[in-house]
């Protein structure tokens, strides 16, 4: 699949935006790739999360990784709503563009799914609706995906 060539302008504007509206955070753009990490706590209750996004300019999809605490499944279950290297499945491949702020969407879809993952750790039901992509599902889906028109799952 042929990706877009890397936007600077876009990723200018992500980097200045991030600073601004995430001043605690890190928030950085060097070789062509836009990187965010901060601490997330979903609610109250909940545990604090370092959150790392990365962007490479293109028209993919950032990449969401929890790197603390270790995201663990229950046992004799996986991880739901995770990509096979482990990160994050945010939204499907239609509800994300590079023209979108990631601290309006992509950052806030991050806490929402950590919320729903709390849930789940706790109900054993996974209430953030959307689906699973399949274990050997590649981050950035097939062309035959990104037809897929649906609605924001939730998180």
Request: overall charge positive.
């Amino acid at each position: 699949m042929a990706h877009r060539l890397r936007d600077n302008g876009a990723c200018l504007r992500q980097v200045t935006d991030l600073k601004k509206k995430y001043p605690n955070g890190y928030s950085s753009w060097r070789c062509g790739m836009v990187t965010w990490r901060g601490q997330l706590q979903p609610t109250l209750n909940s545990r604090t999360y370092t959150v790392q996004i990365t962007w490479d300019g293109s028209g993919r999809r950032p990449a969401v990784d929890v790197l603390r605490p270790l995201l663990q499944p229950p046992t004799g279950t996986r991880l739901q709503h995770v990509f096979a290297d482990g990160r994050l499945c945010l939204h499907f491949t239609s509800e994300w563009h590079p023209g979108m702020l990631i601290s309006e969407t992509i950052i806030p879809w991050a806490s929402e799914w950590l919320y729903f993952h709390e849930l789940w750790l706790a109900t054993g039901e996974w209430h953030g609706g959307g689906h699973n992509p399949s274990p050997k599902a590649p981050e950035t889906p097939s062309k035959s995906e990104q037809g897929v028109d649906a609605k924001h799952h939730a998180m």
